[in-house]
Nanobody
Framework: DVQLQASGGGLVQAGGSLRLSCAVS????????IGWFRQDPGKEREGIAC????????YYEESVKGRFTISTDNAKNTVYLQMNSLKPEDTAVYYC????????WGQGTLVTVSS
């Protein structure tokens, strides 16, 4: 079974940092694209960053570019999201998933940024 276990969220003040982790299992981590997504209540889930596990080519959505960094540890089947200079509008539940995404999303991890 596919498992996507995101962790590392929490409450942080604006300008602060968090590092999210997502341990994945149930599918091969080699030579895939994997990404971070987020969803604010009442809004659609949006993709914000992705990376190719083999070449480490990255892509960032404009609102997080320069502040967030996605990376992987292929030996641990884990994808990370370093989030710096956090803003209140970054508040959301964060998920990781393969690209294209599985229908299963896991529970995600809540990030709350206070102003």
């Amino acid at each position: 079974d596919v498992q996507l276990q995101a962790s590392g969220g929490g409450l942080v003040q604006a300008g602060g940092s968090l590092r999210l982790s997502c341990a994945v299992s149930g599918f091969t981590f080699d030579d895939i694209a994997i990404g971070w997504f987020r969803q604010d209540p009442g809004k659609e889930r949006e993709g914000i960053a992705c990376i190719s596990s083999r070449e480490s080519i990255t892509y960032y959505e404009e609102s997080v570019k320069g502040r967030f960094t996605i990376s992987t540890d292929n030996a641990k089947n884990t994808v990370y999201l370093q989030m710096n200079s956090l803003k209140p509008e970054d508040t959301a539940v964060y998920y990781c998933n393969r690209i294209p995404p599985y229908n299963y999303w896991g529970q995600g991890t809540l990030v709350t940024v206070s102003s």
